[in-house]
């Protein structure tokens, strides 16, 4: 006899549009600034217009997401490598030594930033690795919700796979790309708690 399927799991209550800065002028870049500056830890992730042709080669990130326990932070970088409101404030938190930023499956992101920002990203904390307990493979941010707070994180390929790239996110982008760092900084502080370990070890 076939085994029940497992329970679906409530919903994941994701951060409020409200918590959410998108950061496009030089005042906007500072009070981010002063904000992401003041954060011993920060959820970290970015997102790149999708590529589908063969041989096409991704100009991503086109945005770049930092958020704190309250806020979070969506900087567009746009298609292009021109200086944009905020590129100073990404290089001096990616850079920074003392802020550690949390994020999952980064690897790519980081490649990235590298490559088209100049940047490089230190104090980074792959949570896809990091959280693994004796599984082969990496943990994803999806399993991880469910893990620690019973709840069902909605990836929707269809967000996933939009123009990153646009000067204008729709809303569920917008909430999209601000829960995957959000998320990852809940993770973070949730999963320290549980192993009792100190943020300072």
Request: aromatic fraction near 6%; hydrophobic fraction near 45%; glycine fraction near 6%.
């Amino acid at each position: 006899m076939p085994s029940a399927p497992a329970p679906e799991l409530p919903p994941y209550d994701g951060i409020l549009l409200a918590d959410v800065r998108i950061v496009t002028t030089e005042i906007e870049a500072a009070s981010a600034l002063a904000a992401l500056s003041a954060a011993d830890v920060l959820g970290f992730d970015t997102e790149s217009k999708p590529t589908f042709a063969k041989g096409e080669v991704s100009t991503g990130p086109h945005l770049v997401q930092l958020a704190t326990d309250e806020l979070a932070y969506l900087f567009q970088i746009g298609a292009m490598r021109q200086a944009v409101p905020g590129l100073e404030v990404l290089r001096t938190v990616l850079e920074s030594q003392q802020i550690l930023k949390v994020g999952f499956g980064l690897s790519d992101d980081l490649k990235r930033i590298r490559a088209k920002l100049g940047i490089e990203p230190q104090n980074v904390l792959d949570l896809s690795r990091a959280l693994r307990r004796g599984e082969r493979n990496t943990v994803g941010a999806k399993a991880a919700v469910a893990r620690f707070f019973g709840r069902h994180l909605q990836k929707s390929k269809r967000i996933t796979t939009t123009n990153w790239s646009l000067p204008k996110l729709t809303e569920k982008q917008i909430l999209y790309a601000a829960d995957d760092a959000h998320v990852a900084l809940r993770i973070y502080r949730h999963w320290l708690e549980s192993h009792g370990v100190s943020e300072a070890s």
